[in-house]
């Protein structure tokens, strides 16, 4: 596969980071919305058109969450073709680490005024805590577990699965059973984590109540520009030297192979740091939302996000973004109305998606616009995504 | 039918049982004479008097005499001052239940006293003979079911008064199996007794032989209270019957293996063959078994609603109904979706979990969300004993359908020419495809053959399980890791994945918990995969490589 490169079409900045116009556009409003929706959600009078009402910014801050995840899928399977069946686990693994902090946050206002066991541990009749709550109660050791979590899992997963060359289907179907068996285990009361119900009742975070406006506006700002963040460094990843040997390993691992290169540890790097990705979105996600359960491991949630992937278009920057806020913006509207038929347009999707729109919303987008302008697709956005996913 | 008896409850109350299943039996001309000998319990008042009803009572034969004795037994058995009727009477003062003699129902107590009422009377000498004629009624019944029943009674309460009633029933005993059962009960009896080292000594080896938990119950029983003399032979039984015990156990759970591992079997067949042939992971597979389950469900409504005497044969009408909805379900798939996708196997994936959503959804919106329920015919509830192995006829049937349904296919593959173009498509499909077989013909024929199967694993499973919408998602992932594990191309490595995965998990749930268990078979699966990235049965070759 030839490079061309498109230097002279981009901006400065854009170059730095090897963005499109439309990609860096898009950055730039993301960035900017991390601003102006809190203000319009905390300054703007209630009666003014330009009011955001809280639980817009609730649901906004949600789907910015799920774009994480996307994007970090997309990371992996966009550019690695690494189809992850199982990256909900991360999400959920970094979401518990944010939710066991929040639990010691409680302190002596749950229901059992207990001074260090969270209720259900109080409920289950537990005497201490276990050693692997220790530390919750400081921020910065939560911080480090939301990283380490997903991180760890995903290193060791992935040092087993790469080096043993497990690729393709085999691999998306153990990342499958992976996020089963975590779904299975922290089901049962015994693992400490609250079992069924999870872990709920959150009252503050850092020392500011978690229910408050401002609290949930800066969670909102905090998630937007994480996710700017994401962007941004899967740009600078995926244009550097580094991005052309992870888009070498997608489409001809073998040849990359016999060139000398080593793909098990690129594929080894991009999926410990995808898994990282989707941990810090997990963290996001559960202050916003106020309870982590287990049924963030389902494999059909999973699935869901590698839709929301497929649908923005998969090896574009932006695209897991779009696809993420569309698909759920959707859901939230659909379910609204007919609830009953969700399944059938979700189900739809994934067939029309694969069938009709391989590249994504994105990559279509782009590949039409490279027509108009009788110019070949540039490579940094989605092109040639559909040869040999093996 | 397992009898669990606590041993204290006595004897008699045990042979009462034991007389106590001929009600629905006993010809209502018994039941008539019986009351009229009962009657006379009203009129006799003196102990030989009443000894003689008794005496009559065991005549008779009739086991239902079991309760009226066993009242009388315990005093409660009462004549009411006016009308002279015979009633069991319980309670005191004013707070009375009454209950008939024969048949236990309970009458209308209001404004009764005890006042009202003249005990039938009794004393110890008297009790001992209405024991004797009741064992002598449920030992020498001519229902071979009674007779066991008492045995096995006796065996659990170790009463030392029944030696006396066995022995005599042994003389005249012809049935070999009552009479083992006697001579266990026996020896039951006989550690309870004041007999000699030597009888016991027998009777502990006897119970050792039967090797079962009720006799390992009685052994420890006697083995704390026991003389030092006997002390080590009680070690010794003991011993061996923990010994036996453990092998059973061990039986038991390979059978539970083997039972699962069929199940999985099932589930997971056509998907080794659509996997093995076109390298297509089909995540709507378990939908398939799904729609299996469904069409059993619709074929039994029709069957209750039209022609309830054939509901018998449900299973068999539904076998091939179900192959066909299945099957073409999965050749409109391969057709309409599947074909645009080869040489995308994570396309495929993706857009064969939107079918199964819609399939779902589709089932969910005409049957309802709820579980279905779907009748067993006959032959397949209840179980059956082998030894101490206790096996349900629908998991016996289950696993005998699953190796039937391997064998069929395993002869479809290696025997006709459909299998023979299959197989040289899993091998090299270009070289299939440029020896003039149409490649993407057999691909359809595949699909369609391993969604037809998971439709007859569907009517299988609906045998053991919920039939609801989320039915095939329940078996999805086990499907795979069996097939994952066994290897693709080889339809001995899905056998041998299946089987060796259900074992392993039955044996892993009495150690870790049924969740726990599984989520090490899991973590051991990914391991595996590690090491062995093509599963147990790799193919070999450059043609794998692909």
Redesign the interface.
Known sequence: MTVVPSYQNTNRLGHRFGLGKMSLAFIVLLAAAAVIVPLCNLVVPETSPFYIPDHLVALLGKWLCYAMLAVSLNLVWGYCGI?SLGHGAFFALGGYAMGMYLMRQIGTRGVYGHPVLPDFMVFLNWKELPWFWYGFDQFWFAAIMIVLAPGLLAFV?GW??F????S???L???T???T??LL??F??NDMGFGGNNGLTDFKDILGFNIQTRETRATLFALSAGFLVAFLLVTAFITTSRFGKLLVATRDAEGRTRFLGYRPENVKLFVWTLSAVMAGIAGALFVPQVGIINPGEFA??NS?EV??WT?VGGRGTIIGPVIGAVLVNGGKSWFTGLFP??W??V??????L???FL?KGIVGTANDLWSKVRRKKPDNTEGSAV?QA?? | MIWRMNGLTGVLFALLIGGLMLVAQTARADEAQLRSIIAEFATAKKFKQVEAVVKKLGETGNADAGRVLRALSDGNLKSRKDDGTVLIVTGKGSNLALADPVTGDAFDAAGAKSGDFRKVKVKNSLRRKIAAVLSSLTLKSNRVETRLAAARTIFESSDASAIEALDDALKTESDETVKAAFIEARASAVLASDLGVDEKTAAIAQLAERGDRTALGVLSKFAASAPDELKPRFDEAIASVEDSLAIWANAQNIWYGISLGSVLLLAAIGLAITFGVM?V?NMAHGEMVMLGAYTTFAVQELIRASAPELFAYSLVFALPLAFLVSGSVGLIMERG?IR??YG????????T??????L???V??IFGPTNKEVGNPDWMSGAFEIGQLSITWNRFWIVLFALAVFAVLYAVINRTALGLEMRAVTQNRRMAGAMGIRTSWVDAMTFALGSGIAGIAGVALSQIGNVSPNLG?SYI?DS??VV?FGGVGNLWGTLVGAMSLGILNKFMEPYA?A??G??II??L???F???R?RGLFALKGRAVET
């Open positions: 189809l997963f087993f699965a080096r043993s060359r497990v393709g289907v085999y998306s179907i153990i499958q059973a992976m089963y068996a299975l285990a089901f049962r494999p059909a699935i590698v839709i497929a009953e038929f399944l059938f979700l189900g739809a999707l994934f067939v998606t694969t069938l391989p559909l996913a093996e | 390298g992971i979706l645009f996708l995308r196997p994570l396309e495929t994936l993706l857009a979990w939107g079918v199964s959503l819609i779902q959804q589709t969910r919106t998602q992932i795979f890791l994952v918990g969740v726990l599984k989520v899991l973590v699966i990914i391991l995969i590690q090491k990235p």
